[in-house]
């Protein structure tokens, strides 16, 4: 049995490892696809306090590194179930663990547009977050697809940063808060393309436009990025009848990264909160990792 098992080995889970690591206790990390969560796949992250720049695989590589150095295991299986008691005890697709203490540190996926050569452009001009991309855009034309307050959000934003920012959204009205979609409107920067779908990608290597489909026919944008923001679901299907959470999935946890259930902590981009960034995932994992510590103690 160990003293803590931490579900996911994104940048949460990695410092809740490195964290409990640090504090003497035995720390498994289950991960059901690669370590480093979504960050890995951006290619340059310059956002984080003291590290000027480095691509998302070596911010991710040098996490799992000090956490390996430091005696955590890291093992590779789908969390099917948790059954909260004493122990706590994780089932997965490979068998079933115990541990005294449980930090679910799962993280979100976005959702994907769905149109063919999304993959391939994911980080070679698809981007899902323009506060961590934006800035790689000075003074280049970009689009941001969606209609909700982040699509908003992220157009006035880049808006600041780029040229020319093209607001793509398949609805004739913006779905987001109205305060935001005023202040797009009022942006000179800023074409908002609605009753738009986005249909097609184009370029070789890189992203260099997409066709999107439009009322009485299509429109050719040329773009040097795409920000995509059309939602985001966590990835806690596994935790429902559990654990308590809102109304679209997110563990219900505050500051203190506390769940509903005895012993069970909430850490980064799973759990409800206003801001999911690298550092906020981080501060999560400690206090997560401290506070589950604490609580091994006797």
Do not use: W
């Amino acid at each position: 049995m160990k003293d803590i098992i931490i579900i996911g080995a994104g940048c949460a889970g990695l410092t809740a490892a490195i964290y409990a690591a640090r504090a003497g206790r035995s720390v498994l990390v289950l991960e059901q696809e690669s370590v480093g969560g979504q960050i890995a796949f951006s290619p340059r992250v310059e956002n984080y306090p003291g590290i000027a720049s480095v691509s998302g695989m070596e911010f991710s590589d040098r996490l799992y590194a000090q956490a390996d150095a430091l005696g955590a295991e890291l093992e590779l299986e789908k969390v099917l179930r948790v059954e909260p008691g004493d122990p706590i005890r994780v089932v997965t697709e490979d068998g079933m663990h115990e541990c005294r203490r449980l930090i679910v540190a799962t993280g979100v996926k976005h959702r994907p547009l769905g149109v063919p050569g999304e993959e391939r452009f994911t980080g070679h001009g698809i981007s899902y977050c323009a506060a961590c991309d934006g800035a790689f855009y000075k003074e280049k034309t970009v689009a941001v697809v969606g209609g909700g307050s982040t699509a908003l959000q992220s157009a006035e934003m880049l808006s600041g940063l780029c040229e020319k920012v093209f607001l793509i959204h398949r609805r004739a009205q913006f779905r987001g808060e109205p305060a935001l979609a005023a202040r797009a409107a009022k942006l000179v920067n800023v074409d908002a393309v609605l009753n738009a779908r986005v249909t097609a990608l184009h370029g070789s290597g890189r992203l260099t436009g997409v066709t999107a489909a439009v009322p009485g026919g299509m429109r050719e944008l040329t773009l040097d990025a795409l920000f995509v923001c059309v939602g985001q679901e966590p990835n806690n299907a596994f935790l429902r009848g559990t654990a308590a959470l809102d109304g679209t999935g997110y563990l219900i946890a505050g500051e203190d990264c506390r769940t509903n259930v005895p012993g069970v902590f909430a850490a980064g981009d799973c759990r409800t909160k206003l801001v999911r960034q690298l550092t906020t995932a981080a501060a999560d994992g400690s206090v997560a990792a401290l506070a589950a510590s604490a609580e091994c103690v006797g």
